[in-house]
């Protein structure tokens, strides 16, 4: 059974987890250029649940949201990057496209993925996601709880681009 799934397939493997008992958290996220602050996360993340599920977002999305040269890599790819990881139990794209730094039209879209999915926890990084209150407000409404990595941001996506961009 790979890990790659689509929603709905997470969704019914979650409720089926918590049925048995475990406890399963969800991050969403890009992870276009794989660093030790989404390592850091995700090994955080894994102290605190049975079942990491991770959403990744489409390349359209990122796009709208981060600028003409993003992703670097395509969902495939960083999809299954983040498949190699032992921290990881499931990973799903997120198929709407969005501009998810816009928290009127994002959070109704992750609202329905948290309902849909049901998890334990949402985890974020407070230092990194600037909309991790509106997170603490939507997993309440799923009931689930917010944890957050208060840990420094180590490295940024945006940030190693920008430099490989000017190096190159």
Not at 128 to 151: F, H, M, N, T
Request: one cysteine or more.
């Amino acid at each position: 059974m790979g890990k790659i799934k689509k929603l709905d397939e997470v969704a019914k493997i979650v409720k089926s987890l918590r049925q048995e008992g475990q406890k399963v958290g969800l991050i969403t996220g890009c992870f276009d250029i794989l660093h030790i602050g989404h390592i850091e996360l995700f090994r955080f993340a894994k102290k605190h649940v049975d079942v990491l599920v991770v959403g990744l977002e489409n390349d359209q999305s990122i796009k709208i949201t981060k600028g003409k040269n993003r992703p670097i890599h395509k969902l495939s790819q960083r999809a299954e990057t983040l498949s190699d990881l032992s921290t990881i139990d499931f990973i799903f794209p997120i198929e709407t496209i969005i501009r998810f730094n816009n928290p009127d039209t994002a959070g109704g879209e992750y609202r329905k993925i948290y309902k849909k999915i049901r998890p334990n926890f949402i985890i974020s990084n407070d230092k990194a996601d600037k909309y991790w209150r509106q997170k603490q407000s939507d997993a309440a409404g799923v009931g689930a709880k917010l944890i957050l990595d208060e840990k420094r941001k180590t490295s940024s996506t945006t940030r190693i681009a920008q430099k490989l961009k000017i190096e190159n």
